[in-house]
Structure formats: structure tokens, C-alpha cells
């Protein structure tokens, strides 16, 4: 978005989500009226003041990288309760894939289980950013590990819709001609 953010109003009748990942895209998005419902906001450096934006959008995802970012968001919705207008908002807890950023399963499990006694907080999916720069078989095992953990989460806490976002982090092919 924010490197071309001109190609919003062609793509936004064939794109599902928007992934904006700082507050200056999220005022892209704002500039060119871009439904709440298409944005899924994302990125490692959120701050609380970030998250009470995109929450007041309102956006339709917000991932969560850390505990931290779990943490503001609580102390957003809790602070903006009396009258907030914001509706529900859907979370999708960022697995580790053994990188610095993201949480451990552990850790992703307790966001879900505190969601369960939450009113209006509920666990869209998983986001699964695993880096870049891999061979094929890598992919596989990383699929395999994030498919399990939903297995899982959908076995422990009867959900039943859960997404997988899986960012592989596939290289684009240069060619010379």
C-alpha cells in the first residue's frame, strides 16, 4: 500500500484483505476509503496508540507479533469500552517459526484460551510468517508444523473456522533478457 498506493481502487474489487502494516498505510487506506472489512493490520513495531487507531477503523484482523501486542490491545478495548463504537474484533496470534518475531504455541494457546472468556474478542486464525530465502522441502515442514498447531487449536478449543495466514516469503525470479 504504501509504495503504490494507486493501485488500491483497482484492486479492491478482487482482493479479500489489504495488509497494512504501520499507521501512515492505514491513512492510505483511510484517504481512499477502503472498507474496514479488506484491511488486516500487521507489523512487528505496533505500538498502543497504533492498535487503538486501527481498532477505532476498524480494521478486521489485527495480528498479533507478541504478548506485548496482546497486552495494548486489551488495555485498548478496556479503556475504550464505554462507548467505543468498535464492535468486535478479530485477532490472528503470530506463531514463531523459531525467529525473533512471534510467539511460542504455548503462548499462542493462552491468547486463545483468555479469548474464550472475552466478549467481543475472538481468534480469526494464525498468522505464520517463516522468512525467507528456502528451498521446497522447508516450505513443507513449515506448512505441516502451522497446519498441526491449527489441528490443534481447533481440537483444544472447538473452533471451527480458523485461518491460516502463511507467509512463506517466496522469492520472486529476476530474469535478464
Not at 494507486?6 to 492510505?28: H, N, Q, R, T, Y
Not at 496470534?93 to 525473533?100: C, E, F, Y
Not at 498447531?149 to 535478464?176: R, S, T
Request: glycine letters at 8%; charged letters at 30%.
Amino acid at each position: 500500500i504504501k509504495a503504490n498506493p494507486f493501485l488500491i481502487p483497482s484492486l479492491m474489487p478482487i482482493v479479500d484483505k489489504f495488509e497494512v502494516c504501520s499507521p501512515g498505510e492505514l491513512e492510505i487506506c483511510r484517504k481512499y476509503k477502503v472498507p474496514g472489512e479488506k484491511i488486516l493490520f500487521s507489523g512487528v513495531v505496533k505500538t498502543k496508540e497504533d492498535i487503538a487507531k486501527a481498532v477505532s477503523y476498524p480494521v478486521d484482523v489485527i495480528t498479533l507479533e507478541s504478548e506485548q501486542h496482546w497486552k495494548m490491545l486489551k488495555e485498548v478495548l478496556t479503556e475504550n469500552s464505554k462507548g467505543c463504537g468498535c464492535g468486535n474484533v478479530k485477532i490472528m496470534p503470530r506463531l514463531s517459526s523459531g525467529a525473533q518475531f512471534g510467539m511460542e504455541k504455548r503462548e499462542v494457546f493462552q491468547i486463545v484460551d483468555e479469548c474464550k472468556t472475552m466478549r467481543g474478542v475472538w481468534v480469526e486464525g494464525i498468522h505464520y510468517f517463516t522468512g525467507t530465502q528456502k528451498k521446497g522441502k522447508q516450505y513443507e515442514k513449515e506448512l505441516n508444523l502451522a497446519l498441526d498447531v491449527i489441528q490443534e487449536l481447533k481440537d483444544e478449543f472447538e473452533l471451527e473456522d480458523i485461518i491460516l495466514e502463511y507467509g512463506p516469503g517466496l522469492a520472486v525470479p529476476y530474469f535478464m533478457g
